[in-house]
């Protein structure tokens, strides 16, 4: 069931904690519902998010392949305002999934809703790691990825944000490595399911998603492990 009340932190801290779930959608909070609100908390220190459910036919009919893991929350529908990262947060997939990760967001694909993200700032180092070797893997400095995947419209706003991080994409390359399987990053959204053919070449379409942007910087940004 989606969280749809109000989580303030009063601008305390969250440091050096680690979270071991099962679900699709792993965070503090899974699901931020339409009425939900994550609002003044600061994240810092060095954090981990193990993701450890395993695929099965019920998640392949009800919930596709894909594990939505974000410190903050798994899956946003709802407004996350006066957030800040300077810490480090670590995302383990043991599932047998592909996984879409941000810094403070998993995935945006649920509508109709507008969904905001404001005065929010990401200055930590956001790793997404695949001891396997296996499955696609998006990550992105503020949001996984964002994709309407129910046919409804929707809006993704993201306002007077700032962003100075480093990404590291790793998947441990060994016998069982998926050479063929996506790796895409991002300093503000790791992946967006629309594209557009410009001149030959497939890139992101955030228009197709409605998603906009006022007052975002991105000041440093840095990947590694990309392979």
């Known amino acids: 069931q989606p969280f749809n009340g109000v989580f303030y932190g009063n601008g305390f801290k969250i440091c050096n904690i680690e979270l071991e779930c099962n679900n699709d959608v792993n965070g503090i909070v899974g699901y931020l519902g ?58 383990v997939n043991n599932s047998t999934d592909r996984s879409q990760v941000g810094g403070l967001v998993g995935a945006v694909d649920i509508g109709p809703a507008s969904h905001t993200l404001s005065y929010a700032y990401n200055l930590g180092t956001i790793r997404s790691f695949r001891p396997d070797g296996k499955g696609e893997n998006s990550v992105g400095g503020l949001i996984g990825g964002v994709g309407n995947s129910n046919g ?44 557009q053919n410009i001149g030959g070449t497939t890139y992101p379409n955030p228009a197709a998603e409605n998603v906009t942007c006022k007052n975002v910087t991105v000041i440093y940004g840095d990947w590694m492990n990309y392979h």
Request: proline share 1%; net charge neutral; hydrophobic share 35%.
């Open 34 to 91: 339409p009425e939900g609100k994550i609002s003044t908390i600061a994240i810092d220190g060095f954090n981990i998010i193990k993701c450890n459910k395993k695929l099965n036919i019920d998640h392949l009919s009800t919930n596709g392949t894909n594990i939505y893991a974000g410190f903050l929350c798994g899956k946003n529908n709802g407004n996350i305002e006066n957030v800040f990262n300077t810490g480090n947060i670590t995302v």
């Open 152 to 195: 409804y419209t929707m809006s993704v706003d993201i306002e007077d944000v700032t962003i100075a991080c480093k990404l590291d994409v790793y998947n441990d390359v060994g016998a069982n490595y998926q050479w063929g399987a996506y790796r895409r990053a991002g300093m503000i959204i790791g992946n967006i399911r629309n594209t």
